[in-house]
């Protein structure tokens, strides 16, 4: 079976600050797509940054970046200079096989 | 582009009784993933359509149902409501491409059951 884990429910960052937040999974399948997902307050899921398994570099897109440890299964977001609009819920998500996972997500407020 | 829409944004609903949501993707997208999100469960997948096909399916019982039409909107049908169907149900669309493109979420269609 598939999993998503993330082992943080609540985080908090000091503004212009770095902080990391975890993620670990689990499947068989040698194909597969990582994601993390950001969810402000309003709702909207908003896509972060992607990851494709097959890929040995990490994924960057602006300040944010990835930390993709394929042998351990683990796919951290790193966030970089934070800002006040970082403030969300954020998910990281498996894509593979016939199905999409979700983890439980992670409360992120940044602080002024 | 106009992003994916969902309609209606709210609903409120009696247990037994059906209900239909709709999500209108973004323009040439031709996938279509539905996922109910509740503060116990999470997040979890539902279904997708591809090209009017249900290409991928969750572990959901069969009151809940889809289809997606000739133009990719798509439709999430859930008969015989239960108390624990109360959720925000999402709906996301992609771009033809490999299996799980990046997907863009709509707003969300929020469901109360009574």
């Known amino acids: 079976a598939q999993t998503v884990t993330q082992s943080q429910p609540e985080m908090s960052v000091q503004e212009a600050e770095t902080v990391t937040l975890s993620c670990t999974y689990d499947?068989?399948?040698?194909?597969?797509?990582l994601f993390w997902y950001k969810q402000p307050p309003s709702r909207q899921m908003i896509l972060v940054i992607r990851q494709e398994a097959y890929k040995q570099q990490n994924a960057t897109e602006n300040r944010f970046s990835v930390n993709f440890q394929k042998a351990a299964k683990s796919f951290s977001l790193k966030i970089s200079d934070s800002q006040l609009g970082d403030t969300a819920m954020y998910f990281c998500?498996?894509?593979?096989?016939?199905?999409?996972?979700f983890g439980t997500g992670t409360s992120l407020t940044v602080i002024p | 582009k106009a992003g994916v829409t969902q309609t209606p944004r709210y609903l409120i609903k009696t247990r037994g009784q059906q209900v239909t949501l709709s999500c209108s993707p973004i323009s040439g997208h031709r996938s279509v993933s539905w996922y109910q999100q509740t503060p116990g469960q999470g997040l979890q997948f539902l279904f997708e359509y591809f090209s009017e096909t249900q290409r991928n399916k969750g572990n959901f019982p069969g009151r809940f149902s889809g289809r997606q039409f000739s133009n990719s909107r798509s439709e999430m049908n859930v008969s015989t409501l239960e108390l624990g169907d109360s959720a925000l149900y999402l709906c996301?669309?992609?771009?033809?491409?490999?299996?799980?493109?990046?997907?863009?979420f709509g707003p969300g269609t929020r469901l109360l059951v009574l």
């Open positions: 996301a669309s992609s771009s033809p491409g490999q299996q799980w493109e990046t997907q863009y």
């Open positions: 499947t068989s399948e040698n194909n597969y797509y």
């Open positions: 998500a498996l894509g593979t096989g016939n199905q999409f996972y």
